[in-house]
C-alpha cells in the first residue's frame, strides 16, 4: 500500500510549532515570536537563560515539515540572577571540575558580558560536547561559544569508519547503509536523510563517541517524506 505524502503549508507549520511551544515547560511560549518562510523557521523574542534558548530551538526541530531554525532569540537574565564575569567564571570552574565526564584540567575558559568561551584539547569529542552542555546551563550564562580541540589517538579512517557504522546499526531507526560517513583525517562527514530531527539527533550522538573523531560535518537532511 502506498503512502499519501502531505506537504504541510508556512500557515501549518507556524502554528504546529507554536503549539510545540506552548508544550515545553521550559521557556514562556509567550515570550517567543515564530516566523516560516518555505519551510525555514525564524524564532525571534528573549528568555530568561540560555537553556531555554536552546530549549525552544529543539522545540521548533521537532515539528515535522521544519527543514531548518533561524535562532534569533535574545538572552535577558533578570537581575538578581545576572552575575558579573568574574562570578561566572568561578562559576564555570567549579561546574567543570564537579563534573566526572570532562577532564576540567585540559579545559580553560574566557568570560566576557555572560559569554562563555571554553578552549583546551581533549581525546574525544563527546568530552568537548559535554564540557559544553555543564557550562550553557548555568544560571547568568548568555552564550557558549566552543573552541576546545580534539586530538585523539591514531585510528586509521577506515576503522573509525566500521566502528560509526556499528553504532548507527545498533541505535538509528534506519540501516547505516542509508547514511553515508566518509573520514578524512579524523572528520567524519555523514550525508543523506533522516525522517526526523530526533533520527538525526541519534545518529550525531552515535558518531560523536567514536574513537578518533575530531569533527562531525553533518550534510544529514531532514525529510519526513522520504
Known amino acids: 500500500m502506498q503512502t499519501?505524502?502531505?506537504?504541510?503549508?508556512?500557515?501549518?507549520?507556524?502554528?504546529?510549532?507554536?503549539?510545540?511551544?506552548?508544550?515545553?515547560?521550559?521557556?514562556?511560549?509567550?515570550?517567543?515570536?515564530?516566523?516560516?518562510?518555505?519551510?525555514?523557521?525564524?524564532?525571534?523574542?528573549?528568555?530568561?537563560?540560555?537553556?531555554?534558548?536552546?530549549?525552544?530551538?529543539?522545540?521548533?526541530?521537532?515539528?515535522?515539515?521544519?527543514?531548518?531554525v533561524a535562532d534569533e532569540i535574545q538572552v535577558n537574565v533578570p537581575g538578581i540572577f545576572e552575575k558579573n564575569d568574574t562570578e561566572l567564571a568561578q562559576a564555570v570552574r567549579n561546574a567543570l571540575?564537579?563534573?566526572?565526564?570532562?577532564?576540567?584540567?585540559?579545559?580553560?575558559?574566557?568570560?566576557?558580558?555572560?559569554?562563555?568561551?571554553?578552549?583546551?584539547?581533549?581525546?574525544?569529542?563527546?568530552?568537548?560536547?559535554?564540557?559544553?552542555?555543564?557550562?550553557?546551563?548555568?544560571?547568568?550564562?548568555?552564550?557558549v561559544i566552543n573552541r576546545i580541540e580534539v586530538a585523539p589517538p591514531k585510528v586509521s579512517a577506515r576503522a573509525v569508519r566500521e566502528e560509526i557504522e556499528e553504532a548507527l546499526e545498533r541505535r538509528a531507526e534506519r540501516e547505516a547503509d542509508k547514511i553515508g560517513v566518509s573520514v578524512n583525517n579524523g572528520v567524519v562527514t555523514l550525508t543523506g536523510?533522516?525522517?526526523s530531527w530526533t533520527e538525526k539527533d541519534a545518529v550525531l550522538g552515535s558518531v560523536r563517541h567514536a574513537p578518533g573523531v575530531t569533527r562531525v560535518d553533518d550534510d544529514l537532511r531532514v525529510d519526513p517524506f522520504f
Open 97 to 143: 571540575m564537579w563534573d566526572i565526564l570532562v577532564p576540567e584540567q585540559k579545559i580553560r575558559s574566557t568570560v566576557s558580558h555572560g559569554l562563555v568561551t571554553i578552549e583546551g584539547t581533549v581525546a574525544f569529542l563527546s568530552e568537548k560536547d559535554e564540557a559544553e552542555h555543564v557550562v550553557r546551563r548555568l544560571q547568568g550564562v548568555h552564550g
Open 193 to 195: 536523510k533522516v525522517r
Open 4 to 68: 499519501l505524502t502531505v506537504h504541510k503549508t508556512d500557515t501549518e507549520i507556524q502554528s504546529e510549532v507554536l503549539k510545540e511551544l506552548k508544550w515545553d515547560s521550559r521557556f514562556k511560549a509567550s515570550e517567543i515570536g515564530v516566523a516560516v518562510h518555505e519551510g525555514i523557521v525564524t524564532l525571534t523574542g528573549n528568555v530568561e537563560n540560555y537553556p531555554a534558548k536552546l530549549a525552544a530551538r529543539e522545540a521548533a526541530h521537532r515539528v515535522a515539515s521544519v527543514l531548518d
